[in-house]
């Protein structure tokens, strides 16, 4: 799929970082369900980052 469903992330941050730090998609004050289109990043392994509420979780994303 070229798409990511994040659930959940009220009130939160989400970012699409690379290994290195960088990051290539934000989005902020997030209030509902949220879909990233991916089809336009290049192969290889991402870091999502979703952050809010006093805490912060991370995922390994591998677009292929």
């Known amino acids: ?21 960088r990051i290539f998609w934000m989005s902020k004050n997030i209030n509902d369900d949220i879909l990233i289109d991916l089809s336009g990043f290049a192969r290889g392994i991402y870091v999502i980052k979703i952050s809010g509420n006093e805490k912060v979780v991370t995922r390994k994303v591998v677009i292929e």
């Open 1 to 21: 799929t070229n798409h990511l469903s994040i659930h959940g992330a009220n009130n939160s941050t989400v970012q699409l970082l690379d290994l290195s730090g």
